[in-house]
């Protein structure tokens, strides 16, 4: 038994499998319900609303539907995707033991303790029919999936089947001469007395105990069912009678359930002796056996279509195969062979002709489970294991050169028991025997030599003279004519060995981790899966391609990997060329599935660093997704990252991270967003492009930093608008901070006045020399009662020096070099195209910004919602309606006493600008700075 997933919970008391999506429905003895992927083993949802244990559950084959019934005496139709009940039908009077949908009709069937089998409508929502006759507990009942019939199993000790025909009749259901046919004679076939809904049509009877399970054959009329008299029996019916064929026994405890192997002729049945039985149908005899520690089991599900069972315990759930479903292939050149039906089949992938080579050695119930192929010799190993592994054994082949593909040959084989065996020569193959030694044989399987290795479960293919020594914890390179180890990899249970066309490139597979290592076996990376890793082939680029459960999959050498496409059902990889993925499914058909290898092209030519190819793919390929943005920003290429998205948000990011102002201006135009503005503001500060600057500062209405960048860069008449907004926007301090900045003393006078300093009004008159002001000022004093503050005399004059020149281009501060793609991009775009369009924009100092003001829209305590730089809207101060900068005052002059010291402060100012812009825009620093100028 090979288990693929297994649950912790409560006792499990009904199973349903969804026909097509990977869940199984687990109903539990607490009464919870449990939804799971199995493929991906998680739990995705839980229902709980019946009352103690529920032991019945089902989907519905279409609907996204399920039914469950439990020992509050409910039956409950619940949708999943709705994540709720949505109904729930009253009548049994006793524990609800099974409910199942039928595959056609809207009828739902439940067996109960109350002795009672019913039929509901799950659509009209009432009870349909009530089937009588069982004088105990019935404790399980199904319908026959494709007539109409009903098999109940009591703890009565019999089996009855029931004929419903009359209950489809009764609903309207269309004869064989179709819904016309019925309309025109609605009374046929009716008796004279009416007919029943449903009738008994069988009592089988031989069991001594109670009944617990009965199952009807998918396809054959038989019937089995399993007792408490710990037997299982086997039933035939036909349209006269029913009877018993054979009883199959090995448990020793009560047998739960009992069903049929939907594509196999076997029995499966679990006990409360703790074991699940696969039993012979021909024969009647066992042929495996699973046991379980401390748990007994309960319930057995079949999967509709695939090769899987679910069966409930004690303490949870497993879901397991009897056998092993990957097929057993080898590729060499352009020809696969693989194994199908105890056939060697040979296709060759160039013309697609698929053909039987050679028939296999029968006598082996077991599938086999690999195979070697010498191109060399046009031999053969396949090996077979079985479930007790030292029983394992291979067969030796020579592959007839001409063979009747209808009727191919049947040559004698060379069979040796050996756990494992490859071709390590021409003439020359290794096998691992049960003692865990390697044995070298010939082609005429006569052992050459024997060789003694450590801790070795499993051997793999190496080249030629190589072989690779597999143990729990790691693979080792071993060399088989000097015999010694080579290299050692770190790698637990590895499955399969995948090796590259060239032999340059390995990678070694377990159940979830995948290793590529090179000829000398470094492990170059390491790749993690959640779910299991099926197969891989290696790409002729070197990319190694490889399947999951439900995924095709890539892996480069330097660890990048990603999805190529989704999968409905595990395929095993057996080549790839170009955009082909060629392979084989579980039914052993070799398919053609098509991929889109550009992802991990475009990858493998930027690891390789051949941007020419990059830049191809850039302009020609349908490259898009979050991954591959998120893989070229981690790999420092965000300005090809910018080629491919659409989204404003994400271009901006993009422009910012590659220095790209034009773009990010362009896609801050779009998103207007403060957030925005403020980081583009941040990052063009860094470059010295201040006119993007001076746009950020006045689309975030940021006054302070916009007033210190119109300082260090000597725009002396923005810093007049800039006191005049902080005038009408009422900012004290921002009003204060620009008539420091032009040295207007006058107005620091009046602003103090207004302010109520006096104090500090009279000591800035009077240390200025403002001696109409000053004594103004000291007329506001009651000498009696207040001091005049005394001047300091050797105070100095605090007026900040003169531009040497109004800053009009940018300073670049920060250089930033244009990457091979971003050049080259530009180039493909028309000269420049919209970029360049939008660079002319900003570089023009005629008309981006610097001489014509961005709009900008202050707050409703200042401007109103302004619209600009309107040398008109702000005559008169209106606060509510003005929408400008401008001041309107044409009088507003530099002091002349400030225009005689321009000589004397010519050299203040040039190291003012450098501690300006060494100080990032901060105009607290810069207050400081101008304040105490005399001593710079």
């Known amino acids: 038994m090979l288990t693929k997933f297994e649950t912790k919970s409560a006792r499990v008391k009904g199973l349903s499998f969804h026909s097509k999506r990977p869940w199984v ?11 799971w992927d199995y493929r991906m083993c998680t739990l995705i949802d839980k229902f709980d609303e019946h009352d103690g244990p529920v032991r019945g559950v089902c989907f519905h084959g279409q609907q996204p539907l399920f039914v469950s019934g439990g020992d509050d005496y409910k039956i409950k139709v619940w949708n999943y995707k709705q994540r709720r009940c949505l109904f729930t039908l009253l009548g049994h009077l006793d524990y609800i033991r099974t409910t199942v949908f039928h595959h056609e009709y809207p009828w739902i069937l439940s067996a109960s303790d109350d002795q009672t089998i019913r039929i509901w409508n799950w659509q009209s929502r009432n009870c349909a029919c009530v089937l009588t006759g069982h004088s105990h507990y019935v404790m399980s009942a199904t319908f026959h999936p494709s007539e109409d019939l009903i098999a109940s199993a009591s703890l009565d000790q019999t089996v009855r089947v029931w004929d419903m025909s009359g209950l489809r009749k009764k609903n309207i259901s269309p004869g064989a001469g179709g819904l016309d046919d019925h309309v025109r004679n609605p009374n046929q076939q009716i008796d004279l007395f009416g007919t029943s809904d449903a009738i008994v049509k069988h009592v089988l009877e031989g069991h001594d105990r109670g009944v617990n399970w009965v199952s009807f054959h998918p396809n054959l009329p038989l019937i089995v069912s399993g007792a408490d008299d710990r037997q299982i029996k086997l039933w035939r019916m036909n349209e006269a009678k029913a009877w018993e064929v054979d009883t199959c026994r090995g448990h020793y405890n009560n047998v739960s359930c009992v069903l049929f192997h939907p594509r196999q002729e076997l029995i499966l049945s679990n006990s409360e002796d703790k074991s699940i039985r696969v039993w012979d149908m021909s024969k009647r005899t066992g042929v495996q056996t699973f046991r379980r520690e401390n748990d007994r089991f309960w319930v057995l599900q079949a999967h509709p279509t695939l090769n ?66 010498n191109p060399a010799e046009n031999g053969v190993l396949i090996c077979t294991k079985t479930s007790n592994v030292e029983n394992s054994t291979y067969d030796l082949y020579a592959i007839p050169k001409n063979s009747d593909s209808q009727n191919p040959d049947a040559p004698e084989g060379k069979r040796s028991s050996g756990l494992t065996a490859v071709w390590v020569a021409r003439n020359r193959f290794a096998v691992l025997d049960r003692s865990h030694t390697i044995v070298i044989k010939n082609l005429k399987n006569e052992i050459t030599k024997k060789i003694q290795v450590s801790d070795c479960d499993d051997i793999f293919y190496a080249g030629t003279g190589c072989l690779l020594l597999r143990n729990a914890e790691s693979v080792t ?8 180890s080579l290299a050692n990899v770190k ?8 090796w590259s066309g060239d032999m340059s490139h390995v990678a070694l597979l377990s159940k979830h981790v995948i290793a590529i290592c090179n000829r000398k076996f470094d492990n170059l990376c390491t790749i993690h899966e959640n779910i299991r890793v099926k197969s891989g082939a290696w790409d002729e680029s070197g990319v190694f391609v490889y399947t999951t459960s439900n995924h095709i999959k890539y892996a480069l050498t330097n660890g990048d990997h990603g999805i190529i496409r989704t999968l409905d059902l595990p395929i095993y990889i057996t080549r790839i060329k170009g955009t ?42 349908n490259l898009v997704g979050q991954s591959i943005i998120a893989y070229l920003q981690k790999k420092g290429y965000p300005e090809v990252a910018l080629h491919f998205v659409k989204d404003e948000k994400t271009r901006f990011g993009l422009a910012l991270e590659c220095g790209n102002l034009e773009i990010a201006l362009e896609a801050a135009r779009a998103l207007d967003d403060k957030e925005c503005w403020e980081s583009l503001g941040e990052i063009a500060l860094l470059q010295g492009n201040h006119q993007i600057v001076e746009m950020a500062y006045q689309r975030t209405k940021n006054f302070d930093k916009l007033s210190f960048l119109y300082l260090i860069t000597g725009n002396l008449e923005k810093m007049r608008k800039m006191m005049k907004i902080a005038e009408i926007r009422k900012d004290t301090s921002g009003h204060f901070q620009n008539a420091l900045y032009l040295g ?10 207004q302010c109520g300093q006096k104090s500090l009004a009279y000591l800035t008159a009077a240390t200025h020399n403002l001696e109409e002001e000053t004594e103004e000022l000291k007329g506001q004093f009651d000498l009696e009662k207040e001091k005049l503050p005394d001047v300091y005399p050797g105070a100095m004059l605090l007026q900040p020096p003169v531009p040497v020149s109004r800053q009009e281009t940018n300073w670049p501060l920060l250089t930033v070099q244009k990457g091979f793609f971003e050049g080259a991009m530009k180039t493909k775009s028309g000269k420049g195209g919209a970029q360049a369009k939008m660079a002319l924009e900003v570089d023009d100092t005629e008309t981006a910004g610097w001489g014509d003001d961005d709009d900008l829209r202050l707050d409703d305590d ?22 400008g900068w401008d001041v309107g005052d044409e009088d507003l002059e530099l002091p002349p006493d400030l225009v005689s010291t321009y000589h004397k402060a010519s050299d203040c100012l040039i190291a003012l600008m450098d501690i300006c812009c060494g100080m990032c825009y901060n105009s607290t620093v810069l207050i400081l700075i101008v304040s105490h100028a005399s001593l710079i």
């Not at 698929?354 to 070697?372: E, K």
């Not at 006058?746 to 006045?753: D, P």
């Open 25 to 35: 429905l687990t109903s539990l003895h607490n009464g919870i319900i449990q939804l």
């Open 308 to 373: 899987i069972f679910a069966a409930g315990h004690d303490s949870g759930m497993v879901i397991f195969k009897l056998e092993r479903e990957r097929p057993a292939y080898a590729v060499h050149n352009n020809i696969l062979y693989y194994v199908k039906d105890r056939y060697l089949r040979k296709l060759d992938f160039t013309t697609s002709k698929d053909t039987a080579v050679m028939q296999l050695r029968g006598g082996s119930r077991m599938p086999v489970y690999s195979m070697s192929y």
């Open 477 to 484: 390179l071993y060399d088989v004519q000097q015999k010694r």
């Open 491 to 498: 790698i637990a249970k590895v499955k399969y060995v995948v």
């Open 580 to 621: 082909k993925v060629y392979c084989l499914d579980r039914e052993v058909r070799p398919r053609v599935l098509e991929i889109d290898p550009t992802e991990f092209q475009f990858k493998l030519a930027l690891v390789n660093r051949k941007y020419d190819e990059v830049l191809h793919m850039v302009r020609s390929a």
């Open 744 to 753: 207007d003393v006058s107005e620091r006078v009046k602003l103090l006045k």
């Open 862 to 883: 200042g401007l109103g919602g302004g619209g600009g730089f309107d040398d008109e809207a702000l005559v008169g101060g209106d606060t509510e309606d003005g929408a």
